[in-house]
């Protein structure tokens, strides 16, 4: 029970209410939870009905965790807007981080806790489901318990740290679908560190080997804003100059002056083949020992022609390119990674930094967070085959899952869903009734985010380190339905740990005094606690004082071998599973603006697809619209077929994120759902589930649709302007800038 | 009395918009836009935040299928005639809107008056007035105007409850049967102008923006204010050299000035007040 | 002394108008030929030759109507447009002439109909009342018709020269 | 007078008296087939409502309209019934100022055929709507708000234009019948009787009657033929004034024009045919009359398709790439098959008019008309639907969009609509101008006496 002392609370508020006024906050105290509409009977002073007041918060859609204000009138959280105080997204906000207020409103969120009875998910109390979970674990031994999460930082985690700890357990896993894990791994060998600051605006020249950066990689927004300083062109510096290299076109390849498709899992080879002829150019060859020079030798212009499908004037191109602009940036993405070679190709990428010099200039060191606890988790899909693989096991007689959809994102071969089946008792704590909550004996709705509190720390922080706050924008929907996964949390810890949690009255609380406690560690805050509590929830930031690192490179053992590519008669394409920003692994496909909202490059909407290049697809007497057959050895599905100019001629590329069976009414049952196809292919240095090896092949089922798509329907089958001036488009060296501002 | 507002003003009653002058003749406030292409990368921030801004229904996929989707803001995307098959130069993406002409085709062919020209030089539609004769529609080059096909507040798709709770309450959620379109935010602006007032000057450049400029991660969208010489829109305007008024611009009349600005179906005399500057590509990659 | 009329009915157009000549000629005392009228089933151009001219006002209708209609239209057009500075629309004026002159056009023209048809009825004393004992359907069929009025003897005169002219058939009535 | 041929349009020795029966028996006794027609008419008109039902209910969606497919059936069937209305004008006026009086026998259904299809063309613009409860919006009402509509559209322009013309034929039409309910007033027992009795307005058919009945009928007339004109004109620049590729056409007017005398004199044939069945008007509605229509039609034919040809040309050799783009889209694209259609009715079939076998073979000529007016019909869908699939922005081209059953069902239900308005008209107007039958029996009578005593 969530007991925020909200007398406390508003005054807090209303004495900062100049900032932020508190609309959201309704005279009804939460333990009443009848309202979710402010009263007018007897207003607030500060309260000015029909005035939007905006509230700080930290958007949780994705891990980049920018700051977000929410706009919030007559208790009603309505729009979410960027913080212009975060360094992260500097009061920008994409899509996706809007939608959240959808997640919040969403018709289909769960409004009381589902007990298992009789086969059936019956209605339940919270009393009896929290009594539950004490009964579960009561004399649970710790190996038998496990905790599966999504990505995760602050406060939260630590919390779930200490009741996993508490339980004597080491089963807590941290899982996403979709994370730069092999990046990392290689960054902290090449560059000690996992994470290093890019500083896309400094450079002449981004190389980008699949990382999506203005769409879906790692923190966009951030990355956004850096783009824009990279095109512009000012006195000082020039127009920066994009190539994108990678098997699908992705948003950002859609912005590049040069998109490079190339063969899926070669990008290694190219990557090299520059790093070569790089240094016969005489670049770069002081900043590589002996046996790496020595390496790269065998990868020339006629190697990466025949295994990359990279044509020699396009090689020679990029590497005129290369050693004419600097400084350059060159990025490694999930296409590139998702290899059972994934971490050599993205050292073989990242080697080109270093050849071309770029470490310390375009790359450099993060700042270090002081508390390690409270650093982001981002998760990976290794948790998820250790995870499996003990269920299969019959490890695990409990089992909490937080913040992950394993039974939807999980590939087929791993049977997930049957090993679940195998452990007793699993809870799921979801705002939805989802596929892996469908399996739950016991599922319990948290709040939304918006209804939520919490402290974030973003795994890429752009800056010095920035702690974030999650405050509520508004009164709960649900206030005796829904719970904060801190409070219940906290609630089990008392059980366990009495005396070190028993002070803390609720989640709010204990965050309250864990920052103002620590509030030293914070730069321009003031000395007393409240007036420093109150500056925290009205900026929504807090700057960590971290201390500033170097970087260097190390390439020694730096494993570049590329493996020779393997062809495949029976399967014949290579399958591109995609990331549409929207949905990401899926998590948000039942937010009806996002699937409202055509893929930028397909302006699909409502569905799933197959892409496939016009060239194949006319081989292949496939006309737009016609259901195709993706087999993979795992598995199949039938989708429509959409003719893709922007898709390696033999790869066929499908979006991720749709083809849910439950989880409402908005994704139920839309399109298909291409992780079920991946093959048993694992990064053979980290163990990551490599995404991109999977090998499919495509037939035809006669049936034919017509697409739902946003551009015009005509026969054209590359949509082009037709000869009107709608997008006009000059060269960069006829373009005159010095007039621009 | 109609008549004596006829005999007392009458040449005043003959003046045609626009006017040989930055803002087209306008005295307090002419909205306008300005959209930088290199830097719009095409990923819907605008689109969603026009949604949640504008109380726009979601129509679901069987009448999206049927063209009757209500986005306000479309991104379109278009690939390059030359290399259709392999686009080398990426895609290129162009966010359309309401072009709050100048001249709007639109506005003279409308029955009852219900879309007109507002002093701030904003090309208002009228709900309440419009009978939904769909001419406006028909005679407009950019096609922007969105009809409520449907009764979206009943259809099941739009507003299950409690999504109802997110609508702003700052302007109406449209009925069947009406016309509608971008309106350039024109709450927000309300709002800013009220403001100002208040405080007895006019809205400064930057105080008031729209959902889409607000939202854009690169920054591409500039709004503001043309009467105001110093806004960052006029600014943008004035260095490219693109003038309200005209038709064909100068710059063009002199072979190019490789300056980027430029106006959609220009030539067609509609006077758009969205000035899109050129994509630029980089011929040596 | 009374008044009265008759109806002769003739089998055609020559008969009748034989006879109406020699009435004409006659000139017969008590007898107005003014109040000599013929009721036909067809319309007879050469009515006059026997009749003599009589008026017709109802193009003077015609060009009232057209001209209230033109210039009202106009002048009510435009002033309705005076107060449409809140529905400016862009590069029209708010008193656009040529769309005004499109619909002057058509006032004109309705006005002209209108006023015209006004006019008809007015100049052909329509609607009327139907004095059956005085009309008969043969009129409307095939018959010619002369309406007669005057003193009685007079009357008597009358009827001698419709016999001659082999009339059909006589009908009578005595108005006071 | 036609010399080429020696059959008369009319016997001259028919008793008055046989006309005047002849034609009141259609009042009262007509073929069977007239109640089989009836009910049909009334059923096709009763699908109508029901689509249209529907429509309002939920909305124009359901029409299957879209961005930018905004106009569909309804404004080409609009288009099309305005046409149709041209046709009796031009019998009952231009012919009537011609002094062509082979006119008379049938000018009266033509002139009933303009102002049922001038009521059913108002019913398209009313079900166009997309708030059909807010329609008066549209109409220059004084109110407390001083707002008025927008006198600069040629929508606005459409609805006074037809609004005069509507009733200006209506009263053409109840004047010029006037004598005639007088007829039937002295020949009609019961009901009848007082119903006819208040039409006639009293009518006894003195020369003071007369008189000025003669100038205000060709007053009228001379007003209708300008507003004929000026109506098909305006209902062209709801196109020629927009801004759309394929609309934006200076011939358009004329165009237009032709097209609707076009249309309507094809009708006129068709109705012909079906009167002279259903109400047994051999005598009447001759063969010699229905070939100099027939003729008539060819000429206009050729006027439409002479200017058809104008505006391609124009286009063609113009510099406006886009109206360009268009026209080849209409000849190849997804509307082709439509587009040669018309061409070919339009075009081709009116040549079978130019065979006197054919001009004499009832079956044939009703073929011909059908076909004539299918053509008609297409053309005016061709100019709307095309320009909207294929327009100026690529983005929002539709080349798949297809009406709904909801809009055909109004297309149907329209000449439902206009059969039920034209059947109860016959029943209780006489389709044939008796007196003026008899004028033109008397004026050949004179003239054959004159041409004996010479």
Redesign the interface.
Known sequence: MSNINRRDFLKVLGWSSVAVAVAGCGKTSVESGVETVMSYSQPEDFLVPSIGVYYASTCTQCEANCGVTGRVREGRILKLEGNPESAINLGRLCGLGQAAVQHHYNPDRLKEPLLRQGGGLQPTTWENATALLAEKTGDLKGEQFAFLSGGLSGHLKVLVQNYVDSLGSKNLYFYEALTPAVNQSVSQKLYGTATPRFHLDKAQLIVSFGADFLDTWVSPVHFASQYTQFRKATIDKKRGTLVQIEPRMTLTGANADRWIPIIPGTEGVLALGLVNALLKGGIGVKSLPASVVSAVRAYDKERVNKEAGVSGEVFDKLVALLSERSPSLVLSGLSAEGHAHGAQNAAAIMLLNVVLGNVGKTIDAPTRLPFPQLAAEEGNSVALKRFNDSLAGDKFKVVFIYNANPVYTAPAFMKLRDNLKKSEFKVVFTHYLDETAQEADLVLPLDSALEDWGTHVAAYQPDSIELTMQQPLMEKLYPSGTRSLGDVMLDQLKHRRANEYKDFADYYAYLKSALTRNKGAFSGVSADDETFWNQALMHGVLKVKGQEQSISANVVNLDIAQPAPIGDDQYPFHLVPTVRSGFRDGRHANLPWLQETPDSLTTMVWDSWVEIHPKTAERMGIKEGDILEIASKNGSIKTQAYLFPGVQPDSVAIPLGQGHEAMGRYAKDVGVNPFKLLDPVFDKSTGELAMHATRVKVSRTGASVRVVKEEGWSPIVVNTQQGRKLVSTIAVDKANFSKEV | M?????LR??T???????QPSPAGGHAEYKWAMAIN???C?????C???C???NNLP????E???????M?WM????????ED???????????P?MCQQ?????C???????AT???PDGL?SQVYN???????C???C???V???????YPEQE?AW????P?????DLTVRS????EKCTFCVQRLTAAKNTARNEGRTVKDGEVTT?CA???????ITFGNMVDPYS?VS??WR??QVELHKDVQDKDKSG?????G?R??EE????PSVM?????????? | MSTVRILGLFNDFDAASAAILEVREADIPGLNFDDVTIKSPIEHPDVEAVLGDRPVPVQKYTLIGSILGGTLSFFLISSAQGNFFQQLKGGKPIIPLPPNFVLTYEMLILGGVYITVLGFLIAAGLPARVKSSIYTSMISEDQIGVLVKGSAHSIEEVKKIFQKHSVLDIQEEVVA | MNHLNKEKDIREDIAWAQINKDVLRSLEKPRPVYWVLFGLALSMFLVGVGCEIYQYQTGMGVANMNNPHMWGLYIATFIFWIGMSHSGTLLSAILHLMHADWRKPIYRFAEAMTTFSLMTAGLFVMVHLGRLWQFYYALPYPNERWTWPNFQSPLLWDAMAIFTYLTSSIIFLYIGAIPDFAICRDNAKGWRKNFYTILALGWMGTDRQWRNFRITYLTVACFLIPLAVSVHSIVASDFAMSQQPGWHVTSFPPYFVAGALYSGCAAIITLFIVLRYTFRFEEYMTMPILDKVARLTFAIAMVWTYLNLIEFASVWYGHDSYSKDLLIQKATGPYAPFWWTMIVCGSIVPFALAIKKFRSSLTIMFIVSLLLNLGMWLERWMIVAPTYSHGYYPWTWDHFQWPSFVQWGMVFGSFGWFGMLFMIFTKLVPSVSMYEVKEMVYHRTLANKESREA
Not at chain 2, 58 to 61: I, L
Not at chain 2, 63 to 69: N, W
Not at chain 2, 101 to 105: I, T, V
């Open positions: 109609s008549t004596t507002y006829m003003d009458w005043k009653l003959r003046e045609t918009h626009p292409l290199d830097v990368t095409g990923c819907n921030a689109s969603v935040a949604y949640a801004e979601v129509v679901g996929k009448k999206y299928a049927h063209g009757q989707s986005h479309r991104i379109e995307r278009y690939w390059n005639e259709v098959e392999t686009p080398h130069q990426g895609a290129q993406f162009l359309m002409c100048e001249a709007a085709p506005e003279t062919v409308c029955p009852v008056g007109n020209h507002t090309n007035r419009c009978v939904g004769s769909r001419y529609s028909a005679n080059p950019y096609k105007r969105y009809f409520n096909w449907y009764d798709m299950p409850d409690p999504l709770m997110q609508l702003n309450p069947k049967g009406v016309m959902a607000q939202a854009c991660p690169t920054q591409a960052q600014e943008k260095h490219q190019d000035s490789g300056l980027r430029y959609v179906f067609l005399r509609s006077y899109y500057l050129e994509r630029v590509r980089d011929t040596k990659a």
